[in-house]
């Protein structure tokens, strides 16, 4: 850095003198470090300056705040507030059991099951069984909410005044489509952490739909499996009768045959012969009869002897 001083004395009249090196150099010593000094560095965290910058700016910062507030305060009039209710369903999975000497072997129970169970609580067949319990296609409200963020918002919370649409304008097959749209959309359905129940929310702007719907879902769903299994009754019972039926006529048939064939040959059927399952049946019982009464026998004498009778005993005497 150059000496302005020293400048001027170069450049004045009457110096004819030889210029020095010193001239135009200034030493180390006349330099600082770049920046500010060591103690101004080294000052740190000062509160009284922190304070003396907010009484300073104390209006800024208040209009600042001000400003966050209204702001907060506007787009919050403009949401509309959402309600969730939750209700909560237990599956029971049917496992699988291997018996041996009758007892469990094993059992596994499918975690398929759950999964299934969640796709059939979201499926569109049952939002339209939902839809059909409660009447949802026939509620403006419900087919025609408030929009979730927007400006008009703000005029009807303020004025307390609500949007009414007209559904003259849709047709019944357009309002249930719209119902079920809605369901499905704000429906969710999550298993809770190791258990066996599922838990079923869903939000609208109205809490009593909420509260509704999420309840007719679960109670959709067991009349859902109740119709099923009975429709499986029905056809199993609608298959044993059928095969009922057809031995019946093999039965039959077989009788016919049975009486042709006697008749044939010459042989005539009373009904006293007895088959040879009921003569075994009467051997058996036969046999039984006297294995108990010799047992009986065998029990008197032998209290006979520790009663010290065993002398007047008919067997002892011969």
């Known amino acids: ?27 180390a010593q006349n330099y600082s470090l770049y920046g500010r000094d060591h103690s101004e560095q080294d000052e740190g965290f000062n509160p009284l300056k922190l304070l003396f910058y907010a009484v300073q700016y104390r209006w800024l910062i208040v209009m600042m705040v001000a400003g966050g507030l209204v702001a907060g305060i506007v787009v919050t009039m403009m949401q509309t ?16 059991k291997v018996f041996q000497d009758i007892e469990v072997v094993s ?13 059939k609580l979201k499926s569109r067949a049952l939002a339209q069984r939902v839809a059909f319990q409660l009447g949802l296609s026939e509620k403006p409200d419900f087919l025609f909410p408030t929009p979730n963020f927007s400006p008009s918002n703000i005029f009807y919370r303020a004025f307390g005044i609500s949007k009414s649409p007209s559904i003259e304008e849709k047709t019944p097959e357009q309002r249930e489509e719209i119902a079920i749209k809605r369901i499905l ?11 066996s129940l599922l838990s079923i929310t869903f939000a609208d702007q109205n809490p009593k739909y909420a509260t509704d719907i999420a309840n007719q879902v679960a109670q959709s769903f067991i009349d859902q499996r109740l119709d099923q299994t009975s429709e499986t009754s029905d056809l199993a019972r609608q298959f044993i009768q059928e095969q009922v039926l057809q031995v019946k006529q093999k039965l039959q048939k077989s009788e016919e045959e049975l009486v042709a064939y006697a008749k044939d040959a010459g042989i005539t059927i009373t009904g006293e012969e007895k088959s040879l399952i009921g003569s075994n049946i009467e051997t058996l019982n036969a046999a039984l009869a006297t294995a108990i009464q010799e047992r009986l026998d065998a029990g008197r004498m032998v209290d006979q002897i520790d009663k010290g009778r065993g002398s007047s005993l008919g067997p002892v005497l011969e």
């Open 1 to 27: 850095m150059l000496d302005r001083n020293r400048q001027h004395q170069i450049a004045g009249p009457g110096h004819g003198q030889a210029l020095s090196a010193d001239l135009y150099y200034d030493g």
């Open 81 to 96: 507030p959402k309600y969730r209710a939750t209700a909560q369903l237990e599956v029971l999975v049917p496992s699988a």
């Open 107 to 119: 059992e596994s129970s499918d975690l398929r099951a759950f999964q299934t169970a969640r796709e």
């Open 185 to 195: 959309d704000n429906l969710s359905v999550a298993l809770v952490t190791n258990t």
